[in-house]
């Protein structure tokens, strides 16, 4: 069972929650205070990057018969695509930078390099998966309704085929979103299953029509005696920039320490544990400027789901100020290389193709599902338990001792003792 | 839809009236570059050549009195000039990494010939793009967002043969705009104009006055000095122009002299004859306060407090309002702001006309126009 009480599972009271919750709304001020031409300027920039490398790769697939033509085009153009798709198209549609006024970079009008239209992704993301975030049953993003990524989900047969739905999900990742993002839409349209001609099914022919026209004929046959290779070169970029999304996008919410929740919790939520369940529930991984940017500062996901809204160039600092929070309050803050995070993944994902009596561990200690039951368990309740209910601060440091110890404490409590 | 229809059809909204062989290309460019527009790729060599949407560049801002300056601006492609005069025009400037939007008369005749437009601007203390632009710092070849001339304070054409004017203060900039039109189609009629200002330096145009006022014998020009003269008293109409009550009249300044003329026309039952355009100042302390909020596209209108969000406004009224998460994370139900001011209840800032807002976290501060 996934987390149904976040204040127990945190160790923290519901005065913590709220000291915790003023500290974030102090830094979000602190952001939309100092939001400037600075920022402006990197958005900019950013743009007049991809639009470069997107047409230095469209010209250089005109002579994509030669060999490194083709190379140097198929790179740029997937350069192009992972930047258009994750710092452009995503951040913008979040509204982060809708505070410039700025009719041409704004959530209202963005329209992004994929299958799915914007509108549609709207709804399904910002909307569905960032207000319901990991909740079970309530984010349709855990899976894609696709993948069993909890074991809240009952087992079914066909989940045997797990690790090969995962690489057809990598490779057509768009697809897999923009089919995604349609039921969403369909749904909250309220049109019926059937209905052909709905409004969401319209925008999405059309869109599909422009982007697969675009991609698919309409340049490789402007290359001329070059369409084939022009043809397969947009097909690679577009592969490319598939697999890079799917791989970002699972380390942010699948690797070990990533929290689900449940609707119960869910229902009863304040604001500021709103926060803390973006928190427990989102997993970064490490990057430097240019991982950065080509994530989209999605390697900053735990930033990324407290703050939608702010500039994705500001993550790195915000990043300062949550570490120092979760430290203050022992909380994990989940994060690894971006390798360690996805074999992570990887391995729940294969992991959850078996059936439950195959796993060893409960559901409510497991690593994609661990809940606050975990701390009630025998064995650990002296161990961990009573040490953080009878001793929040520890009496040697001074320092808050809460969720982190608690987990350290039970991990180690496992582990086989060494022989000596 | 034809052929022609279907490639212009990407470009066609922005430059509806205009069509050319360039839309025709354009439109064929937009289904190569889709998403993008050619917009996107063209305004980056040149941020003149957009088609998605007006913009200009600043080539003059010369001083008119010491707290206000006529700014020309050469539109770039696409722009109509055919405005009437005595519209204003939106004007967006870039600051501090923000888009800032205002509307200014237009002081510039309709003009096809050396393709630019003036406006007037008179710095306010609380308006903080007026100090701007006033205060030099925006150099000449600054790229401006320009939305197309609007506004129902416009001069016939032809004009009627009898009219007055009455300004104050900066109320006099679209009346400029008037008489400069009226003056270069030498079709100057019988004009009264009444102009008041606190002191002979705050008088924007005034060279201008006087020697239109010499020129032609059929314009009067009267400036009222009330740091002198005190203020212009409407009762003394009777003597200043005798035959008023058969004139057409335009009127601008500030809300008081507009309250008031209304009310001496309304009791004389000529408000018919009565133009008038009224400056809502930008207000920079403006709190939650709420007022009446209208939906354009949905033609509702509702009075709500300063603790209702639009949004809860919109749904009351019965407007059609997009929605989402409800906590200002989602940006579903975001829509421009038409006119009026609204308050983001998270951080108190404050939204002026031509913001895109955040309708669920985003309450009235006074009377409102939402697009939606």
């Known amino acids: 069972m996934a987390i149904t009480d976040i204040k127990e599972f945190s160790h923290l009271t519901a005065a913590d929650v709220e000291a915790l919750g003023r500290e974030l709304d102090q830094i979000r001020l602190d952001i939309e205070d100092s939001r400037g031409i600075r920022d402006a300027r990197y958005i900019r920039r950013v743009i007049r990057v991809q639009r470069a490398l997107e047409l230095g790769g469209r010209m250089a697939l005109f002579g994509s018969r030669y060999r490194p033509a083709w190379l140097a085009g198929t790179a740029l153009l997937s350069l192009s695509k992972i930047i258009e798709n994750m710092e452009l198209g995503h951040n913008v549609m979040h509204g982060q930078w809708d505070w410039m006024n700025d009719p041409e970079i704004h959530s209202c009008s963005w329209e992004w390099d994929q299958t799915g239209p914007s509108e549609h992704w709207k709804r399904a993301h910002n909307y569905q998966h960032h207000t319901y975030t990991n909740v079970v049953g309530m984010d349709d993003d855990l899976g894609f309704g696709i993948l069993r990524m909890t074991r809240d989900e009952p087992w079914k047969p066909i989940n045997l085929l797990q690790p090969v739905a995962n690489v057809i999900l990598a490779a057509t990742f768009e697809w897999g979103i923009a089919l995604h993002d349609l039921t969403a839409a369909s749904k909250l349209e309220g049109s019926a299953k059937g209905q052909l001609n709905s409004q969401a099914n319209k925008d999405f022919a059309r869109k599909i029509f422009h982007q697969v026209g675009k991609d698919f004929v309409l340049f490789p046959a402007l290359t001329g005696p070059a369409w084939k290779s022009t043809l397969t070169a947009n097909a690679t970029a577009n592969l490319v920039r598939n697999l890079w999304a799917y791989v970002v996008i699972f380390c942010g919410h699948f690797p070990d320490g990533a929290e689900k929740f449940t609707v119960a919790e869910f229902e009863q939520e304040t604001r500021h544990e709103w926060y803390l369940r973006?928190?427990?529930?989102?997993?970064?991984?490490?990057?430097?400027?240019?991982?950065?940017?080509m994530s989209g500062n999605l390697s900053y996901q735990i930033e990324h789901h407290v703050f939608p809204d702010l500039p994705s160039n500001r993550y790195p600092e915000i990043a300062v100020k949550m570490r120092a929070l979760c430290e203050k309050f022992d909380l994990p803050y989940t994060t690894g290389s971006l390798f360690k995070q996805y074999l992570l993944a990887l391995r729940t994902i294969h992991k959850l193709a078996l059936p439950d009596t195959w796993l060893i561990a409960t559901s409510d200690r497991a690593p994609e599902t661990s809940s606050e039951l975990r701390f009630r368990e025998s064995g650990f309740k002296d161990a961990a338990m009573a040490m953080v209910e009878d001793l929040r601060t520890d009496p040697v440091t001074g320092k808050r001792v809460g969720l982190l110890t608690a987990l350290k404490s039970q991990a180690r409590s496992r582990m086989p003792k060494r022989k000596k | 839809?034809?052929?022609?229809?279907?490639?212009?059809?990407?470009?066609?909204?922005?430059?509806?009236?205009?069509?050319?062989?360039?839309?025709?290309?354009?439109?064929?460019?937009?289904?190569?570059?889709?998403?993008?527009?050619p917009d996107d790729y063209l305004h980056l060599a040149n941020p003149l050549w957009s088609a998605r949407e007006l913009r200009g560049r600043i080539v003059e801002v010369r001083?008119?009195?010491?707290?206000?300056?006529?700014?020309?601006?050469?539109?770039?492609w696409g722009f109509d000039f055919n405005y009437q005069p005595g519209q204003y025009i939106g004007i967006g400037l870039h600051v501090d990494g923000r888009w800032h939007w205002r509307s200014y008369s237009l002081?510039?005749?309709?003009?096809?010939?050396?393709?630019?437009?003036?406006?007037?601007?008179?710095?306010m203390p609380e308006g903080f793009l007026s100090s701007h632009l006033v205060g030099g710092a925006v150099p000449s070849g600054t790229i401006v967002r320009l939305a197309t001339p609007s506004g129902n304070f416009a001069l016939p054409d032809p004009p009627p043969e009898k009219i007055l004017f009455i300004t104050a203060g900066s109320g006099i900039t679209p009346v400029m705009g008037m008489l400069r039109t009226m003056n270069r189609r030498g079709q100057l009629p019988d004009v009264m104009h009444i102009h008041s200002a606190p002191t002979e330096s705050d008088v924007m145009?005034?060279?201008?006055?006087?020697?239109?006022?010499?020129?032609?014998?059929?314009?009067?020009?009267?400036?009222?000095?009330?740091?002198?003269?005190?203020?212009?008293?409407?009762?003394?109409?009777?003597?200043?122009?005798?035959?008023?009550?058969?004139?057409?009249?335009?009127?601008?300044?500030?809300?008081?002299?507009?309250?008031?003329?209304?009310?001496?026309w309304k009791a004389e039952g000529i408000d018919d004859r009565l133009h008038m355009e009224r400056f809502a100042v930008s207000r920079i302390d403006a709190e939650a306060d709420g007022g009446?909020?209208?939906?354009?596209?949905?033609?509702?209108?509702?009075?709500?407090?300063?603790?209702?969000?639009?949004?809860?406004?919109?749904?009351?009224?019965?407007?059609?309002?997009?929605?989402?998460?409800?906590?200002?994370?989602?940006?579903?139900?975001?829509?421009?702001?038409?006119?009026?001011?609204?308050?983001?209840?998270?951080?108190?800032?404050?939204?002026?006309?031509?913001?895109?807002?955040?309708?669920?976290?985003?309450?009235?501060?006074?009377?409102?126009?939402?697009?939606?």
């Open chain 2, 205 to 264: 145009f005034a060279d201008e006055l006087t020697a239109l006022h010499a020129e032609h014998e059929d314009f009067v020009s009267k400036v009222q000095l009330t740091r002198r003269d005190g203020k212009f008293k409407l009762s003394s109409l009777d003597q200043v122009c005798p035959d008023w009550r058969e004139r057409q009249t335009w009127a601008c300044g500030p809300l008081p002299l507009l309250d008031e003329i209304e009310d001496v």
């Open chain 2, 107 to 123: 002081t510039s005749p309709p003009n096809w010939e050396n393709k630019k437009i003036s406006i007037a601007v008179k710095a």
């Open chain 1, 278 to 293: 973006q928190m427990l529930g989102s997993a970064n991984f490490n990057s430097g400027k240019l991982m950065g940017l």
């Open chain 2, 63 to 76: 001083p008119e009195t010491q707290d206000s300056a006529t700014i020309v601006i050469k539109p770039g």
């Open chain 2, 1 to 37: 839809m034809g052929l022609k229809d279907w490639i212009e059809a990407p470009a066609a909204s922005v430059v509806p009236a205009a069509r050319s062989k360039l839309n025709l290309l354009r439109g064929a460019a937009a289904r190569l570059t889709t998403p993008l527009l």
């Open chain 2, 292 to 372: 009446t909020v209208t939906f354009e596209k949905s033609g509702k209108t509702i009075t709500v407090d300063g603790a209702t969000t639009l949004l809860e406004a919109g749904e009351k009224s019965g407007a059609l309002m997009p929605f989402g998460c409800r906590m200002g994370i989602c940006q579903t139900c975001v829509v421009p702001l038409v006119s009026g001011h609204a308050i983001d209840l998270r951080s108190g800032k404050q939204h002026v006309e031509g913001e895109r807002i955040q309708t669920c976290i985003s309450a009235a501060a006074g009377d409102c126009t939402l697009d939606a």
